[in-house]
Structure formats: C-alpha cells, structure tokens
C-alpha cells in the first residue's frame, strides 16, 4: 500500500441533531467540534440532519425536515430573478 494517500480512519461521535441522538463509529471524516463521550475521552463531533435514529423509513413517523434539497438550493442561488 501506498503511504499518505489514505485518510485517517478513527474513532467519531455522529450527532443526530433533529433527534439529538449520538453515536460513536469509526469514519475517515473530519470535525471541528469536539465532545467528550461517556468513557471521559473525547472525540470529534460530526453533525448529521437525519440518521436511523430519525428518518421516516427507520421510525415508521413522517417529519418535515427544514432544510431546502438541492434543487431548491440552486433554483434560489440562480434562479430568475
């Protein structure tokens, strides 16, 4: 294997923020933020809008997520004006 062309892989805390619900996993990315988990060490902080813990298909509820899609993202950035 080639050296220094692979991302760090470590330990990361995944933060469901519409659900608040966290998680510790291994990921390859990178946090600013930080938190400290239950064993006292602390981790990055990634934050997510929608995990297992809160999407439609997973908790069988409908929620309305309040975040514009793509779409709507460039139809207002370059949209008729």
Do not use: C
Request: charged share 35%.
């Amino acid at each position: 294997m080639k050296k220094n062309i692979h991302p760090e892989y470590k330990d990361v805390v995944f933060l469901d923020t519409s659900s608040d619900v966290k998680f510790l996993t291994r990921s390859t990315m990178y946090a600013k933020d930080v938190i400290k988990w239950e064993d006292g060490k602390e981790y990055p902080l990634v934050k997510v809008e929608i995990s297992a813990a809160s999407h439609p298909f997973y908790t069988g509820k409908k929620m309305f997520i309040d975040t514009a899609g793509r779409v709507e993202k460039f139809k207002q950035k370059y949209g008729k004006k």
